[in-house]
């Protein structure tokens, strides 16, 4: 590994990295805009400038260079000395700010990315506080450039990370850059709005308030979030997300950095597929079947309503004939909770994994690359657990059995007692399942909104969407990611966590941890993990 | 100290040192009496009974209040158009202690604001009346006024939302007129710093 001195300090760095990565990495706050770590690089912006010693050409003595090098364009050597800390590197810095800010409105407080804006911190850091400028400013009106997305011109700081974003990543290139010199804006092509499933990340990559978001527009300021480091439920790629909440409404969803699962980035499906959270038909409510009534029996009372009803039905008809639909969106730890559940009253029952939606084929990015060579990829599979949920069902022994076998064997009437796990933020019921469920003696549903088998069940438990819950999932290529919660579930309701926890005999609060260090008696795997908790990594 | 269990953090205990025990001193017998004790409150009484009175006979008679500074009900201004001022930057909302203010925002209906407030809602009941939202705003239009009696019958009514907080400004504008707000600009004041030597090497 290659070592470099910066600012008389000597850091250890990868090798062939850029120094500003270096110094980011090592805990330097190097001002840049145009630089991203996901994306190539252009040098542009020219606030990360550092001094740098070369051999001098005649002598071959090292010194400082007469010029400034950019840190992001100059790859890491062994030996290479190099300051941030120098008065030309901070003229150059403040002249760059003084500069952003020419024709910058400073509508902060109308502003939406005021409190995360790299011009706010770097001016504040970097810069200074009065502006020489006594011309009248450009000013440039908003564009409706997409559908989701919003371009405010005068704020922008032609970084072009938008349009590298377009063009590397995406692959679909709606982005440019017009005119030029300091004429110069962001625009989409004629006819050609910005429309691809991967268009917010441009909102997040932008380190100013230029592009935003409009789904988020003016609903919050920054500064109120609460964030929860958690995994996108919205496909199997699991995506490291941050929850971003206030009062206990989700307002975005971020992606965090996760080198190999999905860097940088997350898709559009996901980052707005949180809505159904706040929907108001939702279950709240445990409802239990009495005639033709329903009735609400108090949390507590369940554990032990739901094991006496089953405990009958096995002294009656035997275990063999309980069958448990796992579903896909359940974490690990509420479906080992349920499993352990279900077979220790009924030893011979069956475990089976739940419906795996599954929507068109995998999106690989950039669009038209391989898949093996693609930067981000948007999985058929519309469920963040499936490996996992198998995991667990193979564990809990029995019969192995698949979501359509269960079906056939469900409608032949091998179960008359059924545990049946949903929790899809789309309608998912398939017929034969509803039918079969009809029949059952013993129908306990466990679901987000009501359906079919919620019609038919005699005992319905609210399920949680994830972000109210904590755990793991296990993605495609199976890394088990732990997630935390974000919200407290509506009201009336419980994070489904606890009520298996109470059911399978625990008592006291569920916590994900708790559970996973149980699990790993059974799962060594989930030993490993026990321990990781997200780690925040520098990024903007 | 050593024998002294684990004090949980968190935990301040009293030092035996610091406590120091005060003992009552012994009453002499004019004062067990306690008669001049009482003579002495009835003679300050009597006297203020021919002094000049200083109480406010409300609601009939009402204080002058200074009314620049006054910090009474809280009123949202009219810009020169007769629209909210309020651009909806939440300012208030951040600086406010007790947490009483409550913004919803949207796009404004107008070419040359961004930003508006769809609904502003004050819990007066809630609100200590400490002007930080005064301070706060940028561009003044959330503003005290010297109204004071603020009566209502349910904590509902107390809950004062856009339509009330304008009407507080219509019926206040002519006693507290609005401040012209200077516009944030970006001209220097006179006294700009230094700028750093221009230097580097581009």
Redesign the interface.
């Given at each position: 590994m290659p070592k470099i001195t910066v600012d008389n300090k000597e850091i250890e760095c990868r090798d062939g990295i850029p120094v500003i990565q270096a110094a980011l990495e090592a805990g330097w706050d190097v001002p840049h805009y145009c630089y991203h770590p996901g994306l190539s690089i252009v040098a542009s912006c020219?606030l990360c400038?550092m001094e740098m010693q070369m051999p001098h050409p005649k002598t071959g003595e090292m010194g400082w260079a007469?010029?400034?090098f950019p840190s992001c364009q100059t790859p890491v050597k062994d030996g290479m000395i190099v300051r941030f800390d120098s008065?030309?590197?901070?003229?150059?810095q403040?002249?760059c700010m003084e500069y952003f800010l020419i024709d910058h409105p400073?509508?902060c407080?109308?502003c939406d990315q005021a409190g995360e804006c790299h011009l706010q911190d770097y001016s504040y850091k970097f810069g200074?506080?009065?502006?020489?400028?006594?011309e009248s400013?450009i000013v440039n009106p908003k564009k409706d450039i997409g559908p989701r997305t919003l371009l405010y011109q005068d704020r922008c700081v032609t970084c072009s990370r938008c349009v590298r974003f377009a063009d590397e990543v995406s692959g679909t290139g709606e982005l440019c850059l017009v005119n030029r010199g300091s004429r110069t804006e962001i625009d989409v092509f004629p006819g050609v709005p910005l429309d691809n499933a991967l268009q917010g990340n441009v909102v997040d990559i932008c380190p100013v308030g230029c592009l935003l978001d409009k789904d988020f527009?003016?609903k919050q300021?920054v500064?109120?979030l609460k964030r929860a480091d958690s995994i996108c439920a919205g496909c199997s790629t699991g995506c490291a997300i941050r929850v971003d909440q206030n009062e206990e409404v989700v307002h975005r969803l971020k992606p965090r950095y996760n080198p190999g699962v999905n860097d940088w980035w997350m898709c559009d499906e996901g980052r707005f597929g949180f809505k159904y959270v706040h929907d108001k038909k939702r279950i709240v409510k445990p409802m239990l079947r009495r005639g033709k009534e329903h009735e609400t029996p108090v949390w507590d009372a369940l554990s032990d309503i739901v094991e006496y009803r089953f405990e009958q039905h096995v002294a009656k008809h035997g275990a063999a004939s309980v069958g448990v639909v796992l579903s896909p969106m359940m974490s690990c730890e509420e479906a080992w909770l349920l499993a352990k559940f279900i077979r220790k009253i009924a030893p011979e029952s069956t475990v089976a994994t739940g419906f795996v939606p599954v929507e068109g084929d995998d999106q690989s990015f950039p669009v038209g690359c391989k898949p093996d060579e693609a930067k981000f990829t948007i999985r058929k599979e519309k469920c963040p657990n499936r490996l996992g949920v198998e995991m667990i069902s193979r564990q809990a022994g029995g019969e192995i059995c698949d979501f359509d076998t269960f079906v056939k064997k469900a409608g032949e009437g091998a179960f008359s007692a059924m545990w049946i796990v949903g929790g899809y933020p789309n309608p998912w019921v398939p017929k034969p399942l509803a039918t079969a469920a009809a029949k059952a003696e013993l129908l306990v549903v466990q679901d987000i909104f009501e359906n079919a088998l919620t019609a038919e069940a005699e005992l319905v438990l609210p399920a949680c969407a994830w972000v109210e819950r904590d755990g793991c999932f296990v993605n495609h290529a199976g890394v088990i990611q732990p997630f935390e919660r974000a919200v407290v579930p509506q009201e009336g309701g419980r994070r489904d966590g606890q009520y298996l926890f109470e059911m399978a005999g625990y008592t006291g609060l569920f916590t994900a941890d708790r559970v996973r260090e149980m699990m790993a008696e059974d799962l060594s795997q989930f030993a490993e993990i026990a321990e990781l908790v997200p780690v925040p990594v520098h990024q903007h | 100290m050593g024998g002294r269990a684990k004090v949980p953090s968190g935990v301040v205990m009293i030092r035996d040192e610091d406590i120091i025990v005060v003992d009552e001193p012994d009453l002499s017998a004019a004062e067990r009496l306690y008669l001049p004790q009482i003579l002495g409150g009835m003679r300050t009484t009597f006297r203020h009974m021919f002094k000049k009175k200083i109480t406010v006979q409300y609601p009939e008679q009402k204080r002058t209040l200074r009314v620049e500074n006054y910090r009474g009900v809280h009123r949202l201004n009219r810009d020169e158009k007769g629209r909210v001022a309020c651009v909806s930057c939440f300012m208030c909302e951040t600086a406010c202690p007790a947490h009483c203010i409550h913004i919803v925002s949207g796009e404004s209906p107008w070419e040359d604001r961004e930003k508006y407030p769809i609904q502003f809602d004050i819990d007066e009941l809630r609100c200590i009346y400490c002007g930080m939202c005064e301070e706060a705003c940028p561009v003044d239009a959330i503003e005290l006024t010297p109204e004071y009696h603020l009566v209502g019958l349910t904590r509902e009514e107390m809950i004062f939302d856009k339509e009330k907080l304008l009407q507080v400004f219509d019926r206040t504008c002519e006693e507290k007129p609005r401040k012209n707000p200077r516009i944030t600009g970006y001209a220097g004041t006179g006294d700009r710093p230094a700028l750093p030597p221009s230097g580097g090497g581009h």
């Amino acid at each position: 590994m290659p070592k470099i001195t910066v600012d008389n300090k000597e850091i250890e760095c990868r090798d062939g990295i850029p120094v500003i990565q270096a110094a980011l990495e090592a805990g330097w706050d190097v001002p840049h805009y145009c630089y991203h770590p996901g994306l190539s690089i252009v040098a542009s912006c020219r606030l990360c400038l550092m001094e740098m010693q070369m051999p001098h050409p005649k002598t071959g003595e090292m010194g400082w260079a007469p010029k400034l090098f950019p840190s992001c364009q100059t790859p890491v050597k062994d030996g290479m000395i190099v300051r941030f800390d120098s008065e030309k590197v901070q003229a150059n810095q403040a002249s760059c700010m003084e500069y952003f800010l020419i024709d910058h409105p400073l509508d902060c407080p109308v502003c939406d990315q005021a409190g995360e804006c790299h011009l706010q911190d770097y001016s504040y850091k970097f810069g200074h506080a009065e502006s020489r400028m006594v011309e009248s400013k450009i000013v440039n009106p908003k564009k409706d450039i997409g559908p989701r997305t919003l371009l405010y011109q005068d704020r922008c700081v032609t970084c072009s990370r938008c349009v590298r974003f377009a063009d590397e990543v995406s692959g679909t290139g709606e982005l440019c850059l017009v005119n030029r010199g300091s004429r110069t804006e962001i625009d989409v092509f004629p006819g050609v709005p910005l429309d691809n499933a991967l268009q917010g990340n441009v909102v997040d990559i932008c380190p100013v308030g230029c592009l935003l978001d409009k789904d988020f527009l003016f609903k919050q300021r920054v500064w109120f979030l609460k964030r929860a480091d958690s995994i996108c439920a919205g496909c199997s790629t699991g995506c490291a997300i941050r929850v971003d909440q206030n009062e206990e409404v989700v307002h975005r969803l971020k992606p965090r950095y996760n080198p190999g699962v999905n860097d940088w980035w997350m898709c559009d499906e996901g980052r707005f597929g949180f809505k159904y959270v706040h929907d108001k038909k939702r279950i709240v409510k445990p409802m239990l079947r009495r005639g033709k009534e329903h009735e609400t029996p108090v949390w507590d009372a369940l554990s032990d309503i739901v094991e006496y009803r089953f405990e009958q039905h096995v002294a009656k008809h035997g275990a063999a004939s309980v069958g448990v639909v796992l579903s896909p969106m359940m974490s690990c730890e509420e479906a080992w909770l349920l499993a352990k559940f279900i077979r220790k009253i009924a030893p011979e029952s069956t475990v089976a994994t739940g419906f795996v939606p599954v929507e068109g084929d995998d999106q690989s990015f950039p669009v038209g690359c391989k898949p093996d060579e693609a930067k981000f990829t948007i999985r058929k599979e519309k469920c963040p657990n499936r490996l996992g949920v198998e995991m667990i069902s193979r564990q809990a022994g029995g019969e192995i059995c698949d979501f359509d076998t269960f079906v056939k064997k469900a409608g032949e009437g091998a179960f008359s007692a059924m545990w049946i796990v949903g929790g899809y933020p789309n309608p998912w019921v398939p017929k034969p399942l509803a039918t079969a469920a009809a029949k059952a003696e013993l129908l306990v549903v466990q679901d987000i909104f009501e359906n079919a088998l919620t019609a038919e069940a005699e005992l319905v438990l609210p399920a949680c969407a994830w972000v109210e819950r904590d755990g793991c999932f296990v993605n495609h290529a199976g890394v088990i990611q732990p997630f935390e919660r974000a919200v407290v579930p509506q009201e009336g309701g419980r994070r489904d966590g606890q009520y298996l926890f109470e059911m399978a005999g625990y008592t006291g609060l569920f916590t994900a941890d708790r559970v996973r260090e149980m699990m790993a008696e059974d799962l060594s795997q989930f030993a490993e993990i026990a321990e990781l908790v997200p780690v925040p990594v520098h990024q903007h | 100290m050593g024998g002294r269990a684990k004090v949980p953090s968190g935990v301040v205990m009293i030092r035996d040192e610091d406590i120091i025990v005060v003992d009552e001193p012994d009453l002499s017998a004019a004062e067990r009496l306690y008669l001049p004790q009482i003579l002495g409150g009835m003679r300050t009484t009597f006297r203020h009974m021919f002094k000049k009175k200083i109480t406010v006979q409300y609601p009939e008679q009402k204080r002058t209040l200074r009314v620049e500074n006054y910090r009474g009900v809280h009123r949202l201004n009219r810009d020169e158009k007769g629209r909210v001022a309020c651009v909806s930057c939440f300012m208030c909302e951040t600086a406010c202690p007790a947490h009483c203010i409550h913004i919803v925002s949207g796009e404004s209906p107008w070419e040359d604001r961004e930003k508006y407030p769809i609904q502003f809602d004050i819990d007066e009941l809630r609100c200590i009346y400490c002007g930080m939202c005064e301070e706060a705003c940028p561009v003044d239009a959330i503003e005290l006024t010297p109204e004071y009696h603020l009566v209502g019958l349910t904590r509902e009514e107390m809950i004062f939302d856009k339509e009330k907080l304008l009407q507080v400004f219509d019926r206040t504008c002519e006693e507290k007129p609005r401040k012209n707000p200077r516009i944030t600009g970006y001209a220097g004041t006179g006294d700009r710093p230094a700028l750093p030597p221009s230097g580097g090497g581009h």
